[in-house]
């Protein structure tokens, strides 16, 4: 079974500064991918950022850039230069990857971060 | 990007009533989407795996007789809430599989903006 841990309810960002979100993974699948989506309050899921197990480089899409640990099984948002638009819920997630292609394509979430960003 | 819409976004129903939502692919051909439901300051809860022209998968606790999947087509899955009750208010939010050429590790799942659901 997969699990999702973002241990952060709640952060607090000052605007133009950079900010990590936490998140970290428990999983038996040797072959995995790590998501992360953005949720303003009007509540649609905005995806950002996808790392696949098997990356060797961290990914990066614009602000947002994804560390990846694998050893320590942490998958770690970082947001440069943040902006007001930025406070929403962020939430983790994951699914596996097997090789075969078969699997169920679901996604486990994490419990999600607030992220708040301060004028 | 990939779109997918859902209709409604917002609906009020009396006690008892069904309701129906839908979850369209706007510019791709979606085998497989999934039915999520949300409460407040909680994160997602799968309810179902809909695979077009086959019966959905329920998660475990996800009655199949009160919360209805049909996946028609390749662009359109809905979501009928029968006999719903103040319990069932809550949002649901469904997603789209989106299969690219990269292969399975470029897949990813693009959400719809949600319905929110207040049984009365």
């Known amino acids: 079974a997969q699990k999702i841990t973002q241990t952060q309810p709640g952060m607090f960002v000052q605007e133009k500064e950079a900010v990590t979100l936490d998140c970290t993974y428990d999983?038996?699948?040797?072959?995995?991918?790590l998501f992360w989506y953005k949720q303003p309050s009007s509540g649609e899921m905005i995806f950002l950022i996808y790392?696949?197990?098997?990356?060797?480089q961290n990914a990066t899409e614009g602000r947002y850039s994804l560390n990846f640990q694998k050893a320590r099984k942490s998958a770690n948002l970082v947001i440069s230069a943040s902006q007001l638009g930025d406070s929403a819920m962020y939430f983790c997630a994951m699914r596996d990857l097997p090789y075969s292609g078969a699997g169920s394509y679901q996604l486990t979430f994490g419990k999600g971060t607030k992220l708040s960003v301060i004028p | 990007g990939a779109v997918v819409s859902q209709h409604p976004s917002w609906v009020i129903c009396k006690s008892g009533t069904s309701v129906k939502i839908e979850c369209r692919s706007l510019?791709?051909?979606?085998?497989?989407m999934f039915w999520y439901r949300q409460f407040p300051k909680q994160s997602l809860m799968l309810m179902a795996t809909?695979?077009?022209?086959?019966?959905?998968?329920?998660e475990q606790g996800v009655e199949k007789d009160k919360f209805l999947i049909n996946h028609a087509s390749l662009t359109l899955s809905t979501l009928t809430v029968t006999s719903a009750h103040p319990e069932d208010s809550s949002f649901y939010i469904c997603s789209a599989r989106v299969a690219v050429a990269g292969g399975l590790s470029q897949e990813t799942q693009y959400f719809g903006p949600g319905t929110r659901l207040l049984v009365l």
């Open positions: 510019d791709f051909q979606a085998t497989t």
């Open positions: 790392q696949g197990s098997y990356d060797e």
């Open positions: 809909s695979n077009e022209g086959s019966k959905a998968t329920y």
């Open positions: 999983t038996s699948d040797q072959s995995y991918g």
